[in-house]
Structures are given as structure tokens and as C-alpha cells.
């Protein structure tokens, strides 16, 4: 049994289908990577693991429980942790306060909180420059350093990243895709949304979806990025 078990997922929004039967695993310990154009289906594919939206069938089985349709707060709880689309960080609060905001599940064991905030200063030391200035102030891509270091405070076993890469120069693409894979490193399994076939660097295994549905998997050593955006991701070699 793999760690994330999707099958045959449908969902979608009022009448109109999105994900059509949508089968899919990712092994304890791997990092696995999301691809395809917009609209294909990745976000909600990650929306509807994490508990935000609902499945209309099919099944999503973590760490040998099913856990479809269950309360989102609950996942977290069972370390499905979901970095979104677009940062959503507490653009008022200070990096600090959102840090700690991320660690609300566990505020009682504060020495576990400050060894995971030096962690994550460790990961992005521009956070650690930043302390005490408004996240709403910071720059897109220090923005999403402060995601994915918030998402680390709620102790992810599964951490689902939704591209994280959009919006950012190459060089802190890089710097977020070598974080990621320190990330996966220290033991944390990853599921990536990406339209940058540059992640398949880091991915253990990959999938290309088309609409609502996996046209291609591979071993993401095995998958040549030139190759994989000509003919699935719309761009050229
Ligand atoms: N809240 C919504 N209401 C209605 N339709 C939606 C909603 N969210 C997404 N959709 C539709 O569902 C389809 C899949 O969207 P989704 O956001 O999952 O794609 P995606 O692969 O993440 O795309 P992108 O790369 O642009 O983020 C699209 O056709 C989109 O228009
Ligand atoms: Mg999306």
C-alpha cells in the first residue's frame, strides 16, 4: 500500500466535471510532482486531498486510512499539510507572528516550535532578516519562503505545494526547488504542483495531467524535461 492512494477521484464545480477518474500513488518518503497547462486539474486535485473540496467519488487513502471528505483541520492534525496557490500569508501580522500562527496545533510544546523555526530560518535566512516586518510588505517570492516555511510549523508527514515556482525569477525558483528537496530530505513526503518542467530535477516520480486525468507517469530520473514540456506542457524544447 503507497502512503497516498488516489482513485478514481471525480469532483468538480455546479455541474461541470474537472477531475475524471483521476488514479494516482506517491510512496512514503518520495517527492512526486504535479504537471500541466492551466485548467487542467492539479489544484483541485491538491484542494480535494487536503479536504477543501469535495469529492464526488473515488477515494483518497493516506498512510493506510481513507480519508476522503474528511475535515480539513483533521488532516492537518494527521500531517496533510497544503502550501496554496498564490501564498495566502497573514499580510498584517509580522513574519514571527505568522510563523507562530502556523504552529497553533502544537503551541503547547514551544521548545518543538523554536527548533522548528530555526529550522525554517535555516532554510530561508532572508526570513531571519525580515523578522518583524508585515508579511503584506514582503516580496512575492519572500511571500512564498514564508508559506512554505509556515506550512513546516504544522509538522507535515505530506507536504502538497501548489506552484510554488509561479511568479518567481529562476533564481528563486531554485533557491525554493532546493529547499523543497532539503525539505524531502529530512524525511518529508512532498506532492508538487508545478507548470515548470525544472522540477522534475527533484521529482522521485512524476505525472502529467490533462484534463481531470493522468496521460503520462513516469520516474521523474527517467523523464527528460525537454521532452516532457514539447509534448505535454504547450512549450517548446
Ligand atoms: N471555484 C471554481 N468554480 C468553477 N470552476 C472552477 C473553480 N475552480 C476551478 N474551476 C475550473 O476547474 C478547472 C480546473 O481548475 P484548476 O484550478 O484545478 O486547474 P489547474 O491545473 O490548477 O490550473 P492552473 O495551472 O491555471 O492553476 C478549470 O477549468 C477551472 O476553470
Ligand atoms: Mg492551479
Known amino acids: ?60 487513502t493516506f498512510d493506510g486510512k481513507e480519508i476522503t471528505g474528511r475535515d480539513p483541520k483533521r488532516l492537518v492534525a494527521e500531517g496533510i499539510v497544503l502550501i496554496p496557490e498564490g501564498r495566502h500569508v497573514f499580510p498584517q501580522l509580522t513574519i514571527a507572528q505568522n510563523l507562530r500562527l502556523g ?31 508585515m508579511a503584506g510588505t514582503l516580496s512575492g517570492g519572500e511571500q512564498q519562503m514564508l508559506a512554505i516555511a509556515r506550512g513546516l510549523m504544522a509538522r507535515p508527514k505530506m507536504l502538497l505545494i501548489d506552484e510554488a515556482s509561479l511568479g518567481l525569477s529562476p533564481k528563486l525558483t531554485h533557491t525554493v526547488f532546493d529547499v523543497v528537496r532539503q525539505i524531502n530530505l529530512a524525511g518529508t513526503t512532498v506532492l508538487m504542483v508545478e507548470q515548470n518542467a525544472g522540477v522534475l530535477k527533484l521529482a522521485d516520480r512524476a505525472f502529467v495531467m490533462e484534463k481531470g486525468t493522468i496521460v503520462y507517469s513516469g520516474a521523474g530520473a527517467d523523464m527528460n524535461s525537454a521532452d516532457i514540456r514539447q509534448a505535454y506542457m504547450g512549450a517548446p524544447a
Open 103 to 133: 504552529a497553533w496545533p502544537y503551541r503547547k510544546d514551544r521548545g518543538g516550535n523554536r527548533e522548528r523555526i530555526e529550522q525554517a530560518v535555516e532554510y530561508f535566512p532572508r526570513l531571519r532578516e525580515r523578522w518583524a516586518q
Open 1 to 60: 500500500m503507497s502512503f497516498l492512494e488516489i482513485r478514481d477521484l471525480s469532483t468538480g464545480y455546479g455541474a461541470i466535471p474537472v477531475l475524471q477518474g483521476l488514479s494516482f500513488d506517491v510512496e512514503e518518503g518520495e517527492t512526486a510532482v504535479l504537471l500541466g497547462l492551466n485548467g487542467a486539474g492539479k489544484t483541485t486535485t491538491i484542494l480535494t486531498i487536503a479536504g477543501l473540496h469535495e469529492a464526488w467519488g473515488g477515494s483518497v
